[in-house]
């Protein structure tokens, strides 16, 4: 915590003062910077066609005009399908949801046991599977898409939680295995000694203690998931698109009259659950952000 | 060389009171040990006075200077830190001579100075090596390096030991000493170690929770200790206190009861008098251990008194041996000669010296 | 190490499962890995090596498809632009984010509001931004059209629509997306700095400019690295957010790596060159991470 040493007697001034004034200056600038796509897209999704087309980019819009929100949410053609993004947002929940929870356990129970009951070979099962965080996915698209369609998933949000469940386990075996690591290994011997056997530890001693990785680790699973774009637009069609593909066809829909003011509230529509996500439980989102950077 | 004068420094956090009015005067070249337990103040205090913390209130001047807004530069002071807090990606050498080009000392200077100051604490080998390439002990050494070729007017020692293993920093501490008995210079030193306070201070500020309870000699300290507080604080093992009632039997004594009976312990003529009159009134009676004895333990002085208690614990510690049994419904120890017959279990013949024994007011804890 | 050696005899049928339970555990959770992580990329690799183009066909063809992907005009602008994005967008981000990193680190008021402001952005899909984007840099009506009516009725922004600036576009998104990401990892890097260092550079008379430049920065060295290293990945895997800003237009003028595998696997069915590209884009990240790894794996073994 550098910043409070600032109890540190300095010479003050004039200068200091203004200096200060001036680095405050510039983070408001810079906040600004930050703020301004989403109110520009905040206050067009609630303006009429003709507001956009005659007012300025960056003006509130001058009544709540609700309409454009209900198109996209219920209205909207995405492609020949006219229901807005609705059922594509459903799609994205019911993907997000056993996608997150499968690769959340998977992951916690892999972590687990490559820690606290380390094994011959165990570290480079790791090493092995963390590879997998780090691959350009585009190289295994083709392997994939002839795949599902081995598994006759292909095209289902079945076969979309599959893709995600396995690409997730990389990370998500990484989170657990950073913080099962710091577990003292006493612990588990301790329990041992108790009788607990391998699931006993895991559920009973473990699990409790890791409720926040298991925080960090969903947030940070269902924000991938939610946002991801490639798997979906590679791996779905039509109906079974998740929000974010519908979202873009939305937008590239060239048919008929453009309705940025509909556009932009679909934009919102496909951004509010990982932006709620953020807003409740930022400290978690950045420390998975953080966990997910010390290797990748 | 100057000494350090506070007066009446406060310092608040909001609503809480970290120091709460102290006032001390330490002498040119004096070798000040501040003591207490965590969260007493002592470290806050020493911010202070190198000027890494400002102050609520109150005045630090060292020497004839104010320096309450002088920023640390400029205070002429060097400082030992507890985590030795070397620049990691510098090396030993540059560690040391960096304040020096922050003052642009020229570098014929600087190489002298470090020369002089790596012979001194025998880290010529050193030099060139990385902080994280050192061991604790070396990381001290490069520590007090950087302090001393500042040479400054006062050095200020945060806990410079408390990182260190047991047998390093018996070594750290008697070199610490020396060093002082060769530059003179007026030191400040943190620590919440008594023994490492009692060692090297001329001078210790017994602190708890943002008072400074006694400042005096180590002497005067453990000999004379101000109010309970001090008393039980330094020393180890810690002071027996017993509580107990004044009575007036042929001569006043101190009544401690329990289920095995009343023990009364007279009061010599010293303690007598402080109590003279009060028969009834309670009191807290505090033996060091090293007063209590088994017969014949201790030279024959007049205020030897006997009591008999069945023993608890033994702790043999090599040269002495601890006798734990209990008085009055608290723990005594006594330290006997490991040649005293003891038995957990059996009564034991014990022979305390009253001359040393102290007496503090039970409500106030002040010394009687 | 091992914690499961060392136990006394085992009792029974029941305790050999126990003493085998963590690897049974974790050989199907590995077994997926291997299957649809390197088994995938064998695949892929072979596919490469292979003259497949609406299906894939397992008739060996040596480097056929990578001499064509190179001879590929588009692949040429999809490298370039790979090359001038992540080079910018890297640059853009580790400046901003140092800058705002240091500031934030003043000791600010609202410093918490400010941090979650910058790093919102990154809970937004690449798609919401850039449609964002594409919207705030639409020529007739973003902001080009509020300048205009500024009282400039001569500027002109239409970078997304110019084949020669449209991929700095792209930049601009991505840094606004991914910059408040970069702040917050040397933020809580500054803040992982003893405070005893800062005071004992008080001490020696540093000042504040001095203090960064030569002490704590240089120990921000980890910090960086991985910073470059997660930009460099997030730049190479980029496809999202180009499909939303500019679908790799005009033309494909702003084609980078990532769609133009996609364009030719899915759209062009010329399975050999995609595979191809794919394997380069592999080839790319392996020669950035491998080292990294190799070297934090040597770090913890010490």
């Known amino acids: 915590m550098s910043g409070a040493t600032d109890g540190i007697v300095r010479a003050s001034g004039a200068g200091s003062r203004f200096l200060r004034i001036l680095l405050f200056a510039l983070l408001i600038l810079f906040a600004l910077y930050y703020l301004l796509p989403f109110f520009v897209m905040l206050a067009t999704s609630l303006k009429t066609l003709d507001e956009i087309r005659t007012g300025s980019l960056i003006s509130l819009p001058s009544s709540l005009n609700l309409q454009p929100w209900v198109e996209a949410w219920s209205g909207a053609c995405v492609g020949v399908r006219c229901d807005g993004l609705q059922p594509y947002f459903w799609n994205s929940v019911l993907i997000a949801i056993p996608g997150v929870a499968i690769s959340t356990f998977l992951g916690a129970i892999a972590g687990y046991a490559l820690t606290k009951w380390r094994f011959r070979g165990a570290n480079i099962i790791f090493a092995l599977m963390l590879f997998g965080a780090f691959i350009p996915f585009q190289v295994v698209l083709l392997p994939m898409a002839r795949t599902l369609g081995f598994l006759g998933i292909a095209g289902t949000l079945a076969g979309l939680i599959l893709v995600h469940v396995v690409y997730g386990l990389a990370f998500t075996t990484l989170f657990f295995r950073n913080f099962f690591v710091s577990v003292p290994d006493a612990l588990v011997h301790a329990a041992k000694l108790d009788g607990a056997g391998f699931f006993a530890i895991f559920f009973r001693i473990l699990v409790p203690m890791a409720i926040p990785t298991f925080g960090i680790t969903v947030i940070w699973q269902f924000t991938q998931i939610w946002n991801d774009f490639l798997f979906g637009v590679a791996f779905t069609v039509g109906d079974s698109n998740p929000v974010t593909v519908a979202l873009n066809n939305v937008v590239n829909t060239s048919t008929g009259v453009k309705q940025y003011n509909v556009d932009m509230a679909a934009a919102i529509i496909a951004a509010l659950p990982t932006l709620l996500v953020y807003v409740v439980a930022g400290r978690y989102f950045l420390r998975g952000l953080a966990a997910g950077a010390v290797k990748g | 060389m100057s000494g350090v004068t506070l007066e009446n420094v406060w310092k608040r956090f909001g609503t809480t009171e970290v120091l709460k009015g102290i006032d001390l005067a330490f002498e040119p070249g004096e070798f000040v040990v501040l003591v207490g337990p965590s969260g007493c103040g002592k470290s806050t205090l020493l911010n202070i006075v190198a000027g890494l913390e400002t102050l609520t209130e109150g005045e630090v001047r060292i020497g004839d200077r104010v320096v309450t807004h002088v920023p640390p530069k400029d205070r002429d002071i060097a400082m030992v830190f507890q985590s030795y807090s070397l620049y990691p990606t510098k090396s030993v050498r540059r560690n040391i001579t960096f304040g020096m080009e922050m003052r642009g000392v020229d570098k014929a200077k600087q190489d002298k100075s470090v020369a002089d100051v790596a012979a001194l604490l025998h880290i010529e080998p050193l030099l060139d090596r990385k902080p994280a390439q050192l061991s604790g002990g070396q990381r001290q050494r490069v520590a007090m390096a950087r302090a001393l070729v500042r040479d400054p007017d006062l050095f200020l020692f945060d806990e410079p030991l408390s990182n260190l293993d047991a047998k390093l920093r018996i070594e750290m501490r008697t070199e610490i000493k020396k060093l002082h008995q060769r530059i003179q210079k007026s030191v400040i030193y943190v620590t919440h170690d008594q023994i490492e306070a009692m060692t090297l201070a001329s001078r210790i500020a017994v602190m708890d929770q943002g008072h400074v309870r006694q400042f005096a000699t180590p002497d005067e300290i453990y000999e004379n200790p101000a109010d309970l507080f001090v008393a039980s604080f330094m020393g180890s093992p810690p002071m027996n206190i017993l509580s107990g009632r004044i009575v007036d039997e042929g001569g006043l004594a101190v009544e401690v009861s329990d289920e095995a009976g009343p023990v009364r312990f007279p009061l010599p003529d010293p303690l007598a008098r402080s109590v003279a009159g009060a028969a009834g009134r309670s009191v807290k009676l505090g033996l060091r251990p090293e007063t209590i004895t088994g017969r014949d333990g201790q030279q024959r002085v007049a205020d030897l008194f006997a009591f008999e208690r069945r023993i608890e614990v033994i702790e043999p510690t090599g040269p002495d041996t601890m006798l734990i049994t209990s008085l009055g419904g608290e723990e005594l120890i006594a330290r006997v000669r490991p040649e005293d017959r003891a038995q957990v279990g059996q009564p034991f013949a014990f022979e305390v010296n009253m001359a040393k024994a102290k007496l503090f007011d039970a409500e106030s804890g002040r010394r009687l | ?302």
């Open chain 3, 1 to 302: 190490m091992s914690s499961v050696e060392g136990s006394v005899k085992p009792r029974a049928a029941g305790w050999r499962l126990e003493r085998w339970l963590p690897q049974l555990v974790v050989s199907p959770i590995f077994a997926l890995s291997l299957f649809f992580v390197y088994g995938f990329i064998a695949w892929t690799v072979y596919i490469s090596f292979t003259k497949s183009r609406m299906l894939p066909v397992y008739e060996f063809i040596g480097l056929a498809q990578y001499e064509r992907l190179w001879a590929t005009p588009r692949w040429h602008v999809a490298l370039e632009n790979l090359f001038v994005f992540g080079g910018l967008f890297i640059f853009g981000c580790l400046l901003i984010g140092l800058l705002l990193a240091i500031f934030l680190d003043q000791r600010i008021r609202a410093e918490g509001v400010l941090r979650t402001i910058y790093l919102y952005p990154m809970a937004l899909s690449f798609i919401v931004t850039g449609t964002a984007w594409k919207w705030i840099l639409n020529p007739g009506l973003g902001i080009e059209k509020l300048v205009r009516d500024m009282g400039f009725p001569n500027f002109t922004f239409d970078w997304l629509v110019n084949p020669e600036m449209a991929i700095y576009t792209v930049v601009i998104a991505g840094i606004w997306q991914s910059s408040g990401y970069v702040m917050a990892l040397f933020l809580a890097g500054l803040r992982s700095v003893d405070d005893d260092i800062l005071k004992a550079a008080a001490i020696d008379g540093a000042g504040p400019i001095r203090t960064y430049a030569g002490i704590i920065l240089p120990m921000l060295g980890p910090v960086l690295l991985s910073a470059v290293i997660i930009l460099t990945h997030l730049a190479v895997k980029s496809f999202d957010l180009i499909i939303a800003l500019t679908g790799g237009g005009p033309g494909y003028a702003t084609d980078v790596p990532a769609t133009f595998m996609y364009a030719y696997a899915f759209q062009r069915s010329e399975l050999g060159m995609a595979a191809a590209s794919a394997v380069m884009m592999l080839a790319t990240i392996l020669a950035i991470m491998v080292p990294y790894l190799y070297s934090e794996l040597r770090e913890k073994d010490r």
